[in-house]
């Protein structure tokens, strides 16, 4: 009886030994090198485009829960003639299966001179990671939102539902009522001419007082903390940056996406709309304004009075 319990005991342990043995080749299989990644990347993006490929930048998203999801940015020209896109950057998503191979989910190719900048974040709370880009050429921008939809397959798919072309301004998620769910400040498109230097209020910013100027740091660190910058690593001034970010001159809506589409809920946020009244009023006081600046101003006030009576 005793031997026969030995000999489980060994049998047992053996296949405990393999099992570890078995994990331990799989998690070093899973470990890819960027470099790895990046060189499929080139070798699909080569083939699927007719193209030539540039650097390419290597992330894993955080955020699928178990799978091991990357990102490949990097920039292409198109080889042929009369293409509709002829250069720009492309955005390829692959997935790490068990074996350690690579899986193209999706891919995205984006036109522009300027590198797009990614930002992975949860719009609607489903647990899956939505795509927020901006990118641009010359001196405009574009921005673009898209949710995150898995097929029948289990595939993963971005699904542009808003984009915001020809503009001066960035689109940054941020939470005005501290419940994990983002909303974006989207500025009046009228009002984006303040944003070009010596035009509108911008040129005005050395005239603000000091507590006006910490006031709006501090707003827009409050309710944009929780979302990870891409410009956080740039030299941008934090009241430039804040004022850029969160539309402080300009009349906006508030807009948040779910259901794979956006919803105006501006009328949702009565009193934030009251804390930027009220920061409009203490800027009007400002001396040495200019009449482009009060007139910008005059239109922000009254666009604000006028959603806070809004039902």
């Keep these: 009886m005793n031997k026969k319990l030995k ?36 070798s699909l993006i080569s083939s699927k485009a007719d193209s030539v490929v540039g650097d390419i930048q290597v992330s894993e998203i955080s955020g699928f829960k178990s799978r091991k999801v990357f990102a490949a940015l990097g920039s292409y020209k198109n080889n042929k003639t009369g293409s509709a896109i002829p250069y720009g950057y492309f955005i390829l998503v692959f997935e790490e299966n068990p074996s350690g191979k690579l899986e193209e989910q999706t891919t995205i190719f984006y036109p522009g001179d300027y590198k797009p900048r990614l930002l992975f974040v949860d719009l609607n709370h489903d647990d899956i990671i939505d795509l927020i880009i901006h990118s641009g050429e010359e001196d405009v921008f574009d921005n673009s939102v898209f949710m995150t939809s898995l097929t029948n397959k289990n595939k993963i798919r971005f699904n542009e539902v808003y984009k915001n072309s020809d503009s001066h301004t960035y689109l940054y998620p941020v939470d005005l009522n501290q419940d994990g769910i983002p909303e974006f400040i989207i500025p009046v498109q009228e009002d984006v001419e303040s944003y070009f230097p010596n035009r509108g209020c911008f040129a005005e910013l050395e005239y603000l007082s000091p507590t006006i100027q910490n006031q709006i740091k501090s707003d827009y660190a409050s309710i944009s903390k929780i979302f990870e910058d891409p410009e956080k690593n740039l030299e941008t001034p934090a009241l430039i940056s804040a004022i850029e970010k969160g539309h402080y001159f300009d009349r906006f809506q508030i807009l948040q996406f779910s259901s ?6 501006t009328h949702n946020f009565k009193s934030y709309l009251k804390q930027r009244e009220l920061l409009i009023q203490e800027i009007q006081k400002t001396n040495y304004l200019t009449d482009d600046c009060k007139v910008q101003l005059n239109q922000t006030a009254q666009y604000l009075e006028e959603w806070k009576s809004t039902p």
């Design 7 to 42: 000999i489980v005991g060994l049998a047992l342990t053996m296949t405990l030994f393999i099992i570890a043995i078995t994990y331990s080749l799989r998690k070093q299989a899973l470990n890819l090198t960027n470099a790895e990644i990046a060189s499929e990347a080139a």
């Design 260 to 265: 794979g589409q956006s919803q105006d809920v």
